[in-house]
């Protein structure tokens, strides 16, 4: 999928603090942003095989907003947009895992057993 291809390339790309080089500078944040956006675009299939993953970054972004160079990038509201997104496309689309109270099992296995709320590394 694309789209979410991209959305984990910009992530590596941020994490290494290295500049994917098709993007620049310049445009980094505003590329994150619009990949993060562009993730409620991703396939549903695609999306639950990658769903751990998937949700780590998009709590990491929210929790820690990389540094690019010195910079913060502004992209925690972006995140966390996506992120109730996702929720609730998996709790509508896939409602025949969800249990009598709307809970989808899906996303409770991942909140019970691999869910991490990373820490804020910066000095």
């Given amino acids: 999928d694309r789209h979410l291809d991209r959305f984990l390339n910009i992530c590596s790309a941020l994490e290494e603090n290295r500049i994917v080089p098709?993007?620049?500078?310049a445009n980094m944040?505003?590329?994150?942003?619009?990949s993060i956006g562009d993730l409620?675009?991703?396939k549903t299939?695609?999306?639950?095989?990658f769903l751990p993953l998937i949700l780590e970054k998009l709590i990491g972004l929210i929790v820690s907003p990389?540094?690019?160079?010195?910079?913060l990038l502004k992209c925690a509201g972006v995140a966390?947009?996506?992120?109730?997104?996702?929720?609730?496309t998996f709790t509508e689309i896939l409602d025949h895992l969800?249990?009598?109270?709307?809970r989808n099992s899906l996303l409770a296995t991942?909140?019970?057993?691999?869910?991490?709320?990373?820490?804020?590394?910066?000095?």
């Fill in 22 to 25: 098709h993007i620049g500078e």
């Fill in 29 to 34: 944040e505003t590329s994150l942003k619009q």
């Fill in 40 to 42: 409620n675009n991703s």
């Fill in 45 to 49: 299939e695609q999306m639950v095989k």
């Fill in 66 to 71: 990389p540094l690019l160079n010195g910079q």
């Fill in 80 to 88: 966390f947009d996506c992120l109730v997104a996702i929720v609730g």
């Fill in 98 to 102: 969800n249990d009598p109270h709307g």
């Fill in 110 to 123: 991942y909140v019970h057993f691999q869910a991490c709320v990373p820490q804020e590394n910066r000095v």
